[in-house]
């Protein structure tokens, strides 16, 4: 007998909540942040709308499903199901954090706080969830598959981002490796899809003159750059940048005692990479299945 529906509702740790927690009580984080010129009031009420958010989603979840809850610093410890429908009720960057750790489920992304969040992902309103929730239940509805990045490395570790991948040193220290025949000394590389494009890999992007084409993000094209190449008698710049398209990969082999590699800025769950390791980065078979 095949499972019905489950809904994962997904969320992350307000600023208030973190305030608090550091702080002790309401009154003494409110304290804290007046003594550095700050009101209190402002992330109170963004944990106000967040909570109130929440609640409408998970109201609006049928009574028939099965449901559950995970928060972002424990996504790399929940076992996602195949039947699972998962509602992100955040910021885009939680839709981002939760894509590695899933294999094709719907995603609906639920803004907690239109005008702040750019809505690139979280597109909807909690107001909309049941029909959403109806229609991902029924196998209905608009989506889009978004290419996501993947890492590869010589032992057979597995990395996957919906927005970027960086590899670098672990404490922002010179990374060493080579790019094909090139040796490197920088702060490290970046390859990302056409949804990172819209973020941190926009911003290099910005900084290089914008030269290279921004793929859509359902095309199966990435972006890399190098950060902060440094040439000297032994390190060159030339293998700086570029397209990947779905059958190519960057191959960058470490020279440094430890380097990581991380995704969507998922510190915490990165690939721990030693002296002579080759990582392949390329288009992952992956995709994300946002609803629309």
Same mark, same amino acid.
């Given at each position: 007998?095949?499972?019905?529906?489950?809904?994962?509702?997904?969320?992350?740790?307000?600023?208030?909540?973190?305030?608090?927690?550091?702080?002790?009580?309401?009154?003494? @984080?409110?304290?804290?942040?007046?003594?550095?010129?700050?009101? =209190?009031? %402002?992330?109170?009420?963004?944990?106000?709308?967040?909570?109130?958010?929440?609640?409408?989603?998970?109201?609006?979840?049928?009574?028939?499903?099965?449901?559950?809850?995970?928060?972002?610093?424990?996504?790399?410890?929940?076992?996602?199901?195949?039947? *699972? =429908?998962?509602?992100?009720?955040?910021?885009?960057?939680?839709?981002?954090?939760?894509?590695?750790?899933?294999?094709?489920?719907?995603?609906?992304?639920? *803004?907690?706080?239109?005008?702040?969040?750019?809505?690139?992902?979280?597109?909807?309103?909690? @107001?909309?969830?049941?029909?959403?929730?109806?229609?991902?239940?029924?196998?209905?509805?608009?989506?889009?598959?978004?290419?996501?990045?993947?890492?590869?490395?010589?032992?057979?570790?597995?990395?996957?981002?919906?927005?970027? =991948?960086?590899?670098?040193?672990?404490?922002?220290?010179?990374?060493?490796?080579? =790019? $094909?025949? %090139?040796?490197?000394? !920088? !702060?490290?590389?970046?390859?990302?899809? $056409?949804?990172?494009?819209?973020?941190?890999?926009? !911003?290099?992007?910005?900084?290089?003159?914008?030269?290279?084409?921004?793929?859509?993000?359902?095309?199966?094209?990435?972006?890399?750059?190098?950060?902060?190449?440094?040439?000297?008698?032994?390190?060159?710049?030339?293998?700086?940048?570029?397209?990947?398209?779905?059958?190519?990969?960057?191959?960058?082999?470490?020279?440094?005692?430890?380097?990581?590699?991380?995704?969507?800025?998922? %510190?915490?769950?990165?690939?721990?990479?030693?002296?002579?390791?080759?990582?392949?980065?390329?288009? @992952?078979?992956?995709?994300?299945?946002?609803?629309?």
């Amino acid at each position: 007998m095949s499972l019905g529906p489950r809904a994962v509702l997904v969320h992350r740790t307000t600023e208030y909540e973190e305030l608090v927690a550091r702080h002790g009580t309401h009154g003494q @984080a409110a304290y804290f942040l007046a003594t550095h010129g700050r009101d =209190i009031a %402002e992330p109170a009420e963004r944990h106000r709308r967040a909570v109130r958010v929440l609640a409408e989603v998970a109201a609006a979840v049928p009574l028939a499903w099965r449901r559950a809850r995970v928060e972002r610093a424990d996504l790399d410890r929940f076992l996602f199901g195949p039947e *699972d =429908i998962v509602v992100v009720a955040g910021g885009d960057g939680l839709v981002a954090n939760t894509a590695k750790y899933l294999t094709g489920q719907p995603v609906i992304g639920v *803004d907690t706080d239109p005008g702040r969040n750019p809505g690139v992902l979280v597109r909807h309103r909690s @107001a909309d969830a049941a029909g959403l929730l109806t229609a991902a239940g029924a196998g209905h509805g608009t989506y889009a598959d978004l290419t996501m990045v993947e890492a590869v490395t010589d032992d057979a570790q597995r990395l996957l981002a919906l927005n970027e =991948i960086y590899l670098g040193h672990s404490s922002h220290q010179t990374a060493r490796y080579r =790019i $094909g025949g %090139e040796a490197q000394a !920088s !702060s490290g590389v970046l390859v990302g899809t $056409g949804t990172g494009a819209t973020g941190w890999l926009r !911003s290099v992007w910005q900084e290089r003159g914008g030269t290279l084409p921004l793929p859509d993000p359902r095309l199966r094209h990435l972006l890399w750059f190098v950060r902060e190449a440094w040439p000297s008698p032994t390190t060159g710049t030339t293998a700086s940048a570029g397209l990947l398209t779905e059958s190519e990969r960057l191959s960058v082999t470490v020279e440094s005692e430890r380097l990581v590699a991380f995704g969507d800025g998922m %510190e915490a769950d990165a690939l721990d990479l030693t002296w002579g390791q080759t990582v392949h980065l390329g288009c @992952a078979p992956t995709t994300l299945r946002l609803l629309t």
